[in-house]
């Protein structure tokens, strides 16, 4: 069964950075986008963005374009986060997610990962 | 960006009660809508998909229909563990965005 595990969440102080990690399992890894989605404590679901299956399309939404970087290793089934000059704005649980159809939908989603960004 | 609108915020109703949730786009996104539950403490759950469909493994009392900018999704007949907040989702352009979500509780 698809399983996906995130980790690398904590406190950070702003202007700080913090890498982000999903473990993927139970699926063909390399043969599909994945996506990284987040939800500030009670609040709604905002999409963070999304890489193809080789690595060759990234999109971001703006509110995080020039500061965060999705990256992913086919070999190891590992999806990153890598977020730089972070911001109160940016506290969150961070999920990462993948679908059977690509970009369209969120069918499969880890536990999720606590950012805190706070001095 | 397609902004995405939902009502009611929030809704109790009593266990057995049909329960409608409507989503509006900011413009025409066709049918291209997800609708996802999400329990407290957990991650979201597909359930509805290209508007109308059904997730596999999903209930039947639940459903969707619309297309354009109007939707609905409906719980034909509420039960217990119902109890979440449920998104729309477009996902016609990107940034794909969600509503703001309608909490249902129990009466």
């Known amino acids: 069964q698809v399983q996906l595990v995130e980790s690398g969440g904590g406190l950070v102080k702003p202007g700080g950075s913090l890498r982000l990690s999903c473990a993927a399992s139970?699926?063909?890894?390399?043969?599909?986008?994945m996506s990284w989605i987040r939800q500030p404590p009670g609040k709604g679901l905002e999409w963070v963005s999304h890489?193809?299956?080789?690595?060759?399309?990234?999109n971001y939404a703006d509110s995080v374009k020039g500061r965060f970087t999705i990256s992913r290793d086919n070999a190891k089934n590992s999806l990153y986060l890598q977020m730089n000059s972070l911001r109160a704005e940016d506290t969150a649980v961070y999920y990462c997610?993948?679908?059977?159809?690509?970009?369209?939908?969120?069918?499969?989603w880890g536990q999720g990962t606590l950012v805190t960004v706070s001095s | 960006d397609i902004q995405m609108t939902q009502s009611p915020s929030s809704l109790s109703a009593s266990v057995g009660d049909r329960v409608t949730i409507t989503c509006q786009a900011s413009?025409?996104?066709?049918?291209?809508l997800n609708w996802y539950q999400q329990k407290p403490g957990k991650a979201p759950k597909l359930l509805i998909y290209?508007?109308?469909n059904l997730e596999t493994g999903v209930p039947s009392r639940f459903s969707g229909s619309g297309s354009g900018t109007d939707f609905t999704f409906t719980i034909s007949s509420l039960q217990p563990e119902d109890i979440a907040t449920y998104y729309c989702?477009?996902?016609?352009?990107?940034?794909?965005?969600f509503g703001p979500g309608t909490k249902v509780d129990i009466k």
């Open positions: 997610s993948t679908s059977w159809r690509g970009t369209t939908s969120f069918d499969y």
């Open positions: 139970g699926f063909t890894f390399s043969d599909y986008y």
């Open positions: 890489i193809s299956s080789s690595s060759t399309y990234t």
């Open positions: 413009q025409d996104i066709s049918n291209y």
């Open positions: 290209d508007a109308y």
């Open positions: 989702q477009q996902y016609d352009n990107l940034p794909r965005t």
